[in-house]
Protein backbone atom coordinates (compact mmCIF):
# COMPACT_ATOMS: atom_id res chain seq x y z
CA UNK A 1 0.00 0.00 0.00
CA UNK A 2 1.19 3.71 -1.31
CA UNK A 3 0.02 6.73 0.89
CA UNK A 4 0.53 10.20 -0.90
CA UNK A 5 0.09 13.34 0.61
CA UNK A 6 -0.06 16.58 -1.22
CA UNK A 7 1.22 20.24 0.06
CA UNK A 8 1.99 23.40 -0.91
CA UNK A 9 -1.40 24.80 -2.74
CA UNK A 10 -2.86 28.29 -2.60
CA UNK A 11 -3.87 31.37 -4.05
CA UNK A 12 -1.58 33.20 -6.11
CA UNK A 13 -1.87 36.01 -9.05
CA UNK A 14 -1.50 35.70 -12.64
CA UNK A 15 2.10 35.66 -13.46
CA UNK A 16 2.88 34.44 -9.73
CA UNK A 17 4.39 31.15 -8.98
CA UNK A 18 3.02 28.40 -6.64
CA UNK A 19 5.28 24.78 -5.14
CA UNK A 20 3.63 21.31 -4.99
CA UNK A 21 5.11 18.56 -3.15
CA UNK A 22 3.78 15.14 -2.57
CA UNK A 23 4.93 13.03 0.08
CA UNK A 24 4.57 9.43 -0.62
CA UNK A 25 5.26 6.36 2.34
CA UNK A 26 4.47 3.00 2.14
CA UNK A 27 5.91 0.44 -0.76
CA UNK A 28 7.15 2.19 -2.94
CA UNK A 29 10.41 1.86 -5.38
CA UNK A 30 13.21 3.65 -7.21
CA UNK A 31 11.31 1.83 -10.19
CA UNK A 32 7.85 3.70 -9.88
CA UNK A 33 6.36 6.24 -12.28
CA UNK A 34 5.35 9.90 -10.37
CA UNK A 35 3.80 12.57 -11.65
CA UNK A 36 0.80 15.66 -11.09
CA UNK A 37 -2.12 16.01 -12.50
CA UNK A 38 -5.12 18.38 -12.24
CA UNK A 39 -8.47 18.92 -12.47
CA UNK A 40 -10.49 22.12 -13.02
CA UNK A 41 -14.47 22.83 -12.11
CA UNK A 42 -16.43 20.35 -15.06
CA UNK A 43 -13.39 19.61 -16.77
CA UNK A 44 -11.84 15.91 -16.70
CA UNK A 45 -8.46 15.13 -15.05
CA UNK A 46 -5.42 15.70 -16.93
CA UNK A 47 -1.36 14.98 -16.77
CA UNK A 48 0.43 17.95 -16.22
CA UNK A 49 4.02 16.40 -15.74
CA UNK A 50 5.40 12.88 -15.59
CA UNK A 51 8.45 11.30 -14.46
CA UNK A 52 9.24 7.87 -15.35
CA UNK A 53 11.16 4.78 -13.99
CA UNK A 54 13.64 5.53 -16.71
CA UNK A 55 14.15 9.36 -15.62
CA UNK A 56 12.11 10.55 -18.51
CA UNK A 57 9.47 13.78 -17.94
CA UNK A 58 6.67 14.57 -19.89
CA UNK A 59 4.68 17.67 -19.94
CA UNK A 60 1.56 18.98 -21.13
CA UNK A 61 2.02 21.35 -23.90
CA UNK A 62 0.51 23.91 -21.68
CA UNK A 63 2.74 23.95 -18.94
CA UNK A 64 6.21 23.30 -20.84
CA UNK A 65 8.67 25.86 -20.11
CA UNK A 66 6.72 27.43 -16.87
CA UNK A 67 6.28 24.23 -14.93
CA UNK A 68 9.36 21.73 -13.59
CA UNK A 69 8.51 18.24 -12.22
CA UNK A 70 11.65 17.24 -9.90
CA UNK A 71 12.46 14.19 -7.36
CA UNK A 72 13.61 11.63 -9.11
CA UNK A 73 16.55 10.86 -6.96
CA UNK A 74 16.33 7.53 -4.47
CA UNK A 75 13.01 6.14 -4.31
CA UNK A 76 11.07 9.12 -5.45
CA UNK A 77 9.62 9.67 -2.04
CA UNK A 78 9.06 13.14 -2.43
CA UNK A 79 8.02 15.06 -5.48
CA UNK A 80 7.73 18.44 -6.30
CA UNK A 81 6.05 20.42 -9.08
CA UNK A 82 7.36 23.74 -9.32
CA UNK A 83 5.04 26.34 -10.85
CA UNK A 84 5.89 29.87 -12.29
CA UNK A 85 4.02 32.07 -14.45
CA UNK A 86 1.03 31.21 -13.63
CA UNK A 87 -2.22 31.89 -15.57
CA UNK A 88 -6.04 31.85 -14.56
CA UNK A 89 -6.29 28.41 -16.80
CA UNK A 90 -3.70 26.64 -14.26
CA UNK A 91 -6.48 26.63 -11.56
CA UNK A 92 -7.45 23.11 -10.16
CA UNK A 93 -6.85 20.86 -7.80
CA UNK A 94 -3.68 19.14 -8.12
CA UNK A 95 -3.40 15.50 -7.82
CA UNK A 96 -0.54 13.68 -6.80
CA UNK A 97 -0.06 10.42 -8.73
CA UNK A 98 2.31 6.88 -8.53
CA UNK A 99 2.22 3.86 -10.44
CA UNK A 100 3.89 1.25 -8.84
CA UNK A 101 5.03 -1.76 -10.99
CA UNK A 102 5.92 -5.24 -9.09
CA UNK A 103 7.21 -8.39 -10.92
CA UNK A 104 6.38 -9.98 -13.29
CA UNK A 105 3.35 -7.56 -14.38
CA UNK A 106 1.64 -6.28 -11.95
CA UNK A 107 0.53 -2.38 -12.05
CA UNK A 108 -1.06 -0.42 -8.97
CA UNK A 109 -1.75 3.22 -9.47
CA UNK A 110 -2.34 5.56 -6.09
CA UNK A 111 -3.77 8.99 -5.75
CA UNK A 112 -3.38 11.53 -3.30
CA UNK A 113 -6.29 13.98 -2.07
CA UNK A 114 -5.52 16.45 -4.03
CA UNK A 115 -4.53 20.13 -3.14
CA UNK A 116 -6.09 23.21 -4.62
CA UNK A 117 -4.20 25.78 -6.73
CA UNK A 118 -6.14 29.34 -7.29
CA UNK A 119 -4.79 32.00 -9.85
CA UNK A 120 -7.07 34.97 -9.63
CA UNK A 121 -6.09 38.71 -9.52
Known amino acids: QVQLMESGGGLVQPGGSLRLSCAAT????????VGWYRQAPGEPRELVATLNSLGRIKYTDSVKGRFIISGGDGDKSTVDLQMHNLKPEDTGVYFCWRKVSTWPDNEYEYWGQGTQGTVTS
Open 26 to 33: GNIFSTDD
